[in-house]
């Protein structure tokens, strides 16, 4: 969160224009004349070498200006930037746009740009827009701080874009299609100001509803994810993301490595935080409309009304290729729509009302088909015929869309004017209106997938049990091949990492000798499988390493010298270690692929897929983020081909275990950020177990002798934060254990909040709630960790009843925090809510917050004399309120 003196920048009240000029191809002329044309403050052109500015008084410099500027818009050669920031610090100028262009022929790289101006930052708290930005608009202020001479029409969608050029196109087409924007933001090469802080702003501004993106890249992944999941539930964000086709040019020894492609890790990272992406700037724009405009869909199935066969053809077929369905009408529905069409009209889906269907046949089909128990949503597909005027047809739509909690679309195809004035009223009236069937068809399909990556956010998952204590023996195992000058580990040794997350391992023993080999493989018990052990080869297969059902004693030598032989001739330095002896497990399942690998954007990905030695022939994976849950590990599951088919007549899953696997698995990488990749492949699973029978873990050899991993930063979600997990002892010798709430939470807080009298529920809440629904309870217990976070004080009775919890939330000036406390009415007067607010001040203090505050209810006398005697000082606000806050000292 960085939305600190961004204000200035979109809502300022006196701009400098920096390289003000009277040459009409200048930038700084361009800039001057749109601002001086239009906006209705104060604008001041900064020229050194002139009095006036295209009639204007002009200073030399900004910090000659008579009054303190809020926005400077910079318009000089790149060299003299620099110089140009550091004024507008000095001046105490808020917020600075940077449209200069041209740094690498100064032979200023951008590390060094970003670093002097972030210093900047830092000393004079000048935020800045740029380098290479096309500008910033606000239409409905008339601000229009940009060198293009577009115009926007006043609306409810923030367009943010990387691309300079693109502004210009966007604004070209949002003005042909009558959509309406709150804001235009070209955000150059973000040095300071960048995506994160920009969906925190608009998420957060009252005149815009919905926020679209074009991406070319994420330069703080964790920021844009907390700040993107933080506002996607109430206002839609959606993405362009371009580069699609760009490989990672990482190396990699895994299949992991090799199979996460960075365009799979941005659809994964979209889909994690409930932004919807979408192919093309008209998707972009149809998409947040509709999302805004319409009640998302709960399903896949759409109703297609249409007066034209073949368009409803095609849109029945963009729509099965998106992976959506045809609704399948009920039979009521069937039978009455029977009743109102004429014989010759077939009552099925899509329903074709012929060239002469009517306003009143348009009418009576869309009240059945909006009525239809299995439908989601309706698309009317109009072409231009006699039988009905378009006008007449959009405020029949007008009218049901009134009446309807379905999504209701409309697709008017001609392009005379009629059909146009028709769009209009629909745009008008809160119904998206589009030009061609599968523009309508993709834009149902994107709200669908808004609606399920919401669900993924906030579904409550089940618990799973686990050890909060990271193994701390494995850092040896690390440490020691990192000395030896291993990057990677043997595979024994990679075993015990999933032993030690309780991931199920086959039992593996190692042999240096044949004669060993032999000894073990009795051992063990016939049928065995031998692995060939060398540092040089990661993957066996590529060598014939492995030779499974070896069921004599007598073969046990002969294998033995054979891998050693095959590890030889190989390569001149291949060093034969000895083979890994397993026993020979057969499954009537699946082998899977559970993997890791670092992205250079996003951090530590979790892949899930086929596996075997033809897992990179079949590239069926799914990729997430950890940490995962129970819900989250289903998810990535079920985007992959081996689970649907598993679960559609093939050898069925035991989802179960899998989930208990992939959650434990995103523990180990989040608890070792010195792991580079990660592979476990195979995965055996059947109907009854899994088991993982070869693992392979790379190390990152500039993180092994790094302290400080409990700071996660390859993780770009913030995982539990198990330091502030501690036992407490109450004043009647109760103990409890304070922890993070998670959202397996969920049911437990709702107990607490039943058990609340309406005294304590009007001080925690500032009114009497009579019961919390799903979606209420998530916004108490599914939190991002690195913007909010509750801590809860747990029975340790057995019961795991939590009878308090304290929240803290992180202002988004990142200096303050705004706490509350509630403590269960059978459990006040024990000390509780001293010791919560002990655990916030320490959360506070390691976010480095200045202050915390809270607002208190006057006869709220417990909160009060807490408050009083931790040293907050109390100021009354009004009659009814009073204002606790504590300041923290620096550290």
Same mark, same amino acid.
């Given at each position: 969160?960085?939305?600190?003196?961004?204000?200035?920048?979109?809502?300022?009240?006196?701009?400098?224009?920096?390289?003000?000029?009277?040459?009409?191809?200048?930038?700084?002329?361009?800039?001057?004349?749109?601002?001086?044309?239009?906006?209705?403050?104060?604008?001041?052109?900064?020229?050194?070498?002139?009095?006036?500015?295209?009639?204007?008084?002009?200073?030399?410099?900004?910090?000659?200006?008579?009054?303190?500027?809020?926005?400077?818009?910079?318009?000089?050669?790149?060299?003299?930037?620099?110089?140009?920031?550091?004024?507008?610090?000095?001046?105490?100028?808020?917020?600075?746009?940077?449209?200069?262009?041209?740094?690498?022929?100064?032979?200023?790289?951008?590390?060094?740009?970003?670093?002097?101006?972030?210093?900047?930052?830092?000393?004079?708290?000048?935020?800045? @827009? #740029?380098?290479?930005?096309?500008?910033?608009?606000?239409?409905?202020?008339?601000?229009?701080?940009?060198?293009?001479?577009?115009?926007?029409?006043?609306?409810?969608?923030?367009?943010?874009?990387? =691309?300079?050029?693109?502004?210009?196109?966007?604004?070209?087409?949002?003005?042909?299609?009558?959509?309406?924007?709150?804001?235009?933001?070209?955000?150059?090469?973000?040095?300071?100001?960048?995506?994160?802080?920009?969906?925190?702003?608009?998420?957060?501004?009252?005149?815009?509803?919905?926020?679209?993106?074009?991406?070319?890249?994420?330069?703080?992944?964790?920021?844009?994810?907390?700040?993107?999941?933080?506002?996607?539930?109430?206002?839609?964000?959606?993405?362009?993301?371009?580069?699609?086709?760009?490989?990672?040019?990482?190396?990699?020894?895994?299949? =992991?490595?090799?199979?996460?492609?960075?365009?799979?890790?941005?659809?994964?990272?979209?889909?994690?935080?409930?932004?919807?992406?979408?192919?093309?700037?008209?998707?972009?724009?149809?998409?947040?409309?509709?999302?805004?405009?319409?009640?998302?869909?709960?399903?896949?199935?759409?109703?297609?009304?249409?007066?034209? #066969? #073949?368009?409803? /053809?095609?849109?029945?077929?963009?729509?099965?290729?998106?992976?959506?369905?045809?609704?399948?009408?009920?039979?009521?529905?069937?039978?009455?729509?029977?009743?109102?069409?004429?014989?010759?009209?077939?009552?099925?889906?899509?329903?074709?009302?012929?060239?002469?269907?009517?306003?009143?046949?348009?009418?009576?089909?869309?009240?059945?088909?909006?009525?239809?128990?299995?439908?989601?949503?309706?698309?009317?597909?109009?072409?231009?015929?006699?039988?009905?005027?378009?006008?007449?047809?959009?405020?029949?739509?007008?009218?049901?869309?009134?009446?309807?909690?379905?999504?209701?679309?409309?697709?008017?195809?001609?392009?005379?004017?009629?059909?146009?004035?028709?769009?209009?009223?629909?745009?008008?009236?809160?119904?998206?209106?589009?030009?061609?069937?599968?523009?309508?068809?993709?834009?149902?399909?994107?709200?669908?997938?808004?609606?399920?990556?919401?669900?993924?956010?906030?579904?409550?998952?089940?618990?799973?049990?686990?050890?909060?204590?990271?193994?701390?023996?494995?850092? #040896?195992?690390?440490?020691?091949?990192?000395?030896?000058?291993?990057?990677?580990? %043997?595979?024994?040794?990679?075993?015990?990492?999933?032993?030690?997350?309780?991931?199920?391992?086959?039992?593996?023993?190692?042999?240096?000798?044949?004669?060993?080999?032999?000894?073990?493989?009795?051992?063990?018990?016939?049928?065995?499988?031998?692995?060939?052990?060398?540092?040089?080869?990661?993957?066996?297969?590529? @060598?014939?390493?492995?030779?499974?059902?070896?069921?004599?004693?007598?073969?046990?030598?002969?294998?033995?010298?054979?891998?050693?032989?095959?590890?030889?001739? =190989?390569?001149?330095?291949?060093?034969?270690?000895?083979?890994?002896?397993?026993?020979? /497990?057969?499954?009537?399942?699946?082998?899977?692929?559970?993997?890791?690998?670092?992205?250079?954007?996003?951090?530590?990905?979790?892949?899930?897929?086929?596996?075997? %030695?033809?897992?990179?022939?079949?590239?069926? %994976?799914? @990729?997430?983020?950890?940490?995962?849950?129970?819900?989250?590990?289903?998810?990535?599951?079920?985007?992959?081909?081996?689970?649907?088919?598993?679960?559609?007549?093939?050898?069925?899953?035991?989802?179960?275990?899998?989930?208990?696997?992939?959650?434990?698995?995103?523990?180990?990488?989040?608890?070792?950020?010195?792991?580079?990749?990660?592979?476990?492949?195979?995965?055996?699973?059947?109907?009854?177990?899994?088991?993982?029978?070869?693992?392979?873990?790379?190390?990152?050899?500039?993180?092994?002798?790094?302290?400080?991993?409990?700071?996660?930063?390859?993780?770009?979600?913030?995982?539990?934060?198990?330091?502030?997990?501690?036992?407490?002892?109450?004043?009647?010798?109760?103990?409890?254990?304070?922890?993070?709430?998670?959202?397996?939470?969920?049911?437990?807080?709702?107990?607490?909040?039943?058990?609340?009298?309406?005294?304590?529920?009007?001080?925690?809440?500032?009114?009497?709630?009579?019961?919390?629904?799903?979606?209420?309870?998530?916004?108490?217990?599914?939190?991002?960790?690195?913007?909010?976070?509750?801590?809860?004080?747990?029975?340790?009775?057995?019961?795991?009843?939590?009878?308090?919890?304290?929240?803290?939330?992180?202002?988004?000036?990142?200096?303050?925090?705004?706490?509350?406390?509630?403590?269960?009415?059978?459990?006040?007067?024990?000390?509780?809510?001293?010791?919560?607010?002990?655990?916030?001040?320490?959360?506070?203090?390691?976010?480095?917050?200045?202050?915390?505050?809270?607002?208190?209810?006057?006869?709220?006398?417990?909160?009060?004399?807490?408050?009083?005697?931790?040293?907050?000082?109390?100021?009354?606000?009004?009659?009814?309120?009073?204002?606790?806050?504590?300041?923290?000292?620096?550290?």
């Amino acid at each position: 969160m960085g939305t600190e003196n961004l204000s200035h920048i979109f809502n300022p009240k006196r701009i400098a224009v920096i390289g003000a000029s009277t040459r009409e191809d200048s930038f700084g002329a361009k800039i001057l004349h749109n601002l001086a044309d239009t906006y209705k403050g104060t604008v001041y052109p900064v020229n050194a070498f002139r009095r006036t500015v295209q009639g204007m008084t002009a200073y030399p410099s900004v910090e000659k200006i008579p009054e303190k500027v809020d926005l400077a818009i910079v318009a000089t050669p790149a060299h003299t930037v620099l110089q140009i920031v550091e004024e507008c610090g000095k001046a105490g100028v808020s917020g600075v746009i940077i449209t200069s262009a041209g740094y690498t022929e100064t032979g200023t790289d951008s590390k060094t740009l970003e670093k002097q101006i972030l210093e900047y930052k830092k000393t004079y708290g000048t935020r800045v @827009i #740029g380098p290479n930005s096309y500008g910033v608009i606000r239409p409905r202020i008339n601000l229009y701080a940009t060198f293009g001479k577009k115009t926007a029409i006043p609306g409810k969608i923030a367009f943010i874009s990387q =691309s300079a050029a693109l502004c210009a196109s966007a604004l070209d087409w949002a003005a042909e299609n009558q959509v309406g924007l709150s804001a235009v933001v070209s955000t150059g090469w973000m040095l300071d100001v960048d995506l994160g802080d920009l969906i925190d702003y608009f998420g957060m501004d009252p005149q815009t509803q919905s926020i679209v993106l074009y991406v070319e890249s994420v330069k703080d992944a964790r920021k844009f994810m907390s700040a993107a999941r933080g506002f996607a539930r109430t206002k839609p964000i959606v993405v362009v993301k371009a580069g699609r086709f760009q490989e990672s040019r990482a190396p990699t020894v895994t299949h =992991s490595g090799r199979m996460s492609g960075t365009d799979d890790v941005h659809d994964a990272a979209f889909r994690r935080v409930g932004v919807v992406r979408v192919e093309a700037i008209s998707d972009l724009f149809n998409c947040a409309k509709a999302l805004t405009m319409q009640p998302n869909p709960t399903g896949p199935n759409l109703t297609i009304i249409t007066n034209a #066969g #073949g368009p409803g /053809i095609m849109a029945t077929d963009h729509l099965i290729a998106r992976g959506g369905k045809l609704t399948r009408l009920t039979d009521e529905s069937a039978e009455s729509l029977k009743r109102v069409l004429p014989p010759y009209c077939s009552a099925v889906n899509p329903l074709d009302g012929f060239e002469d269907a009517t306003p009143e046949r348009f009418k009576q089909a869309m009240e059945i088909c909006l009525n239809d128990a299995n439908g989601n949503g309706v698309l009317i597909l109009y072409t231009p015929q006699e039988a009905t005027d378009p006008c007449t047809l959009a405020q029949i739509a007008v009218d049901f869309a009134k009446q309807t909690k379905r999504t209701l679309l409309v697709a008017l195809t001609g392009e005379d004017e009629r059909c146009c004035e028709a769009r209009r009223i629909l745009q008008r009236k809160g119904i998206p209106a589009f030009r061609t069937p599968e523009e309508a068809v993709s834009t149902f399909m994107y709200m669908w997938t808004y609606t399920q990556n919401l669900e993924l956010l906030y579904q409550t998952p089940e618990e799973v049990e686990a050890d909060l204590e990271i193994p701390t023996f494995l850092k #040896g195992v690390l440490r020691r091949a990192f000395c030896e000058g291993r990057h990677v580990l %043997t595979l024994p040794e990679s075993l015990r990492f999933l032993e030690a997350y309780k991931i199920p391992t086959a039992k593996t023993l190692v042999a240096v000798t044949a004669e060993e080999a032999t000894k073990l493989s009795y051992e063990l018990g016939f049928p065995t499988v031998m692995k060939a052990l060398s540092p040089q080869f990661t993957h066996k297969s590529e @060598i014939e390493g492995v030779i499974l059902d070896v069921c004599s004693p007598s073969d046990v030598p002969t294998f033995f010298n054979q891998l050693a032989e095959r590890v030889r001739k =190989s390569s001149a330095v291949a060093e034969f270690q000895g083979v890994a002896i397993q026993s020979m /497990i057969r499954k009537k399942g699946y082998e899977i692929l559970v993997g890791s690998k670092k992205d250079l954007q996003f951090g530590a990905t979790i892949l899930f897929g086929t596996g075997g %030695t033809a897992a990179e022939f079949f590239k069926d %994976t799914s @990729i997430g983020f950890p940490p995962l849950n129970k819900v989250l590990a289903r998810r990535l599951m079920e985007n992959t081909k081996v689970y649907t088919h598993a679960s559609s007549g093939g050898h069925p899953f035991k989802v179960e275990a899998l989930e208990e696997i992939l959650v434990n698995f995103s523990r180990l990488v989040s608890d070792f950020p010195e792991i580079e990749e990660v592979d476990i492949n195979p995965l055996l699973v059947d109907e009854d177990s899994a088991i993982a029978v070869d693992a392979r873990i790379v190390i990152d050899a500039s993180r092994i002798m790094r302290e400080g991993a409990e700071h996660y930063e390859h993780l770009v979600i913030a995982p539990y934060p198990k330091k502030y997990v501690a036992p407490r002892k109450l004043k009647n010798e109760t103990q409890v254990l304070l922890r993070p709430i998670k959202p397996e939470d969920e049911s437990r807080f709702n107990e607490l909040f039943k058990s609340l009298t309406e005294e304590t529920m009007r001080f925690r809440f500032f009114e009497i709630i009579k019961e919390m629904t799903h979606d209420t309870l998530t916004r108490y217990c599914n939190l991002d960790y690195d913007r909010e976070i509750a801590i809860a004080a747990e029975l340790q009775d057995g019961s795991k009843k939590i009878i308090g919890v304290a929240r803290l939330i992180l202002e988004a000036n990142c200096k303050s925090g705004e706490y509350a406390i509630l403590v269960g009415d059978q459990w006040q007067g024990l000390g509780l809510g001293s010791i919560l607010m002990d655990a916030l001040v320490d959360v506070a203090r390691d976010w480095h917050l200045e202050k915390i505050f809270g607002y208190v209810i006057r006869g709220n006398f417990k909160m009060i004399n807490v408050c009083n005697k931790k040293g907050f000082k109390i100021e009354p606000l009004d009659e009814d309120t009073v204002k606790a806050t504590l300041v923290l000292p620096s550290s």
